[in-house]
């Protein structure tokens, strides 16, 4: 395994650790929509075909829009406004695949930079909603983890 992907696994599975341990539900569940793409992922790659960037992989088209209606629905129930961040990141993944699908030829690098990169601010948000969470929770108690109907 590359070190990127070790890297990525590694930060995968600590935030979704620490969201798991210390967030509430919403953390929880963002942490599990993390750690599920993490698992799907690899998976998807060894049943499938390696990763390239020279084309639209429609699998990773299917991933990464179950990933951003995961994280849509889960914005727009919690009480919390980290999912809004991790969702436009899974946005941005989307928009990756379609720029390449209707722009020019020679852009797999803006390819991959639009579909892995979102990741990093993905976990980012679900980190520190964890971490705003535990000091609200500090500072008032228990709250509630979902809008009202």
Same mark, same amino acid.
């Given at each position: =395994? ?10 995968? $599975?600590?935030? %979704? ?6 967030? $509430?539900?919403?953390?929880?569940? /963002? ?16 049943? @499938?075909?390696?990763?390239? @960037?020279?084309?639209?992989?429609? /699998?990773?088209?299917? =991933?990464?829009?179950?990933? @951003?209606?995961?994280? %849509? ?7 919390? =406004? ?20 209707? $722009? ?10 639009? %579909? ?12 520190? /909603? %964890? ?19």
């Amino acid at each position: =395994m590359s070190p990127y992907l070790t890297f990525a696994f590694s930060l995968i $599975g600590a935030v %979704t650790a620490f969201a798991i341990w210390r967030g $509430g539900a919403p953390e929880r569940r /963002g942490g599990v929509i993390m750690a599920i793409y993490a698992v799907s992922d690899p998976i998807y790659h060894r049943l @499938f075909s390696a990763p390239q @960037f020279r084309f639209v992989d429609p /699998g990773h088209v299917v =991933m990464d829009s179950l990933q @951003f209606i995961a994280l %849509t629905a889960l914005a727009l129930r919690a009480n919390r =406004m980290w999912p809004l961040w991790a969702a436009s990141s899974a946005l941005i993944a989307i928009s990756g695949h379609l720029a390449l699908l209707i $722009g020019p030829r020679g852009l797999q690098r803006a390819y991959w930079a639009m %579909t892995q990169l979102p990741l990093y601010p993905e976990l980012l948000a679900v980190l520190l /909603g %964890t971490i705003a969470h535990r000091l609200r929770y500090r500072r008032i108690g228990p709250y509630r983890d979902w809008r009202a109907a």
